[in-house]
């Protein structure tokens, strides 16, 4: 889960450097390991993952206080912690905590593809305003609810 997390703020901060925002890797990797800390051991000792919640948010105060970071890096570095090491571990929490936890994690995989594979097929056919052209050339503003159809067909065939 670490490796994954870390490779995965790796490629989100690679996005971010893109539209010129910053956030501190220095502090999401050792944050990212107290989060993951945190939601593993939680549900026991809830008062662990408080206290490594804190610790975290002690860790990033510091480092803006003392000037090493500004106010934008420091949120941009929540937001990409809570982001993927949060998900990452709530995945892990789903797949080990539930009887049927690995088809849950299947069933949340498959509705995202269908979204995304309606989205595509849509946008591909009608999308002519650009949503992000920096960031992503071929999105348009009319793929936002353009997966929400094969959801709902997916939905309905199956009850």
Sequence with gaps: ???V???GGLEFRSILQKME???SVFLFIPSAILLLV???YGQDVPALALGLYFIIFALHTIFFIFGRMRIEEMAMTFFVLFYIAFTISTLAM???NFQDGFWIICMIFLIQWLTDTGAYFVGSAFGRHKLMPSVSPNKSVEVRSAGL????WWFS???
């Design 157 to 159: 065939s199956s009850i």
């Design 149 to 152: 159809p094969p959801l709902f």
């Design 21 to 23: 925002y910053r956030f």
């Design 1 to 3: 889960m670490l490796a």
């Design 94 to 96: 789903i797949r080990f």
């Design 38 to 40: 945190a939601n593993a």
């Design 5 to 7: 997390t870390i490779i």
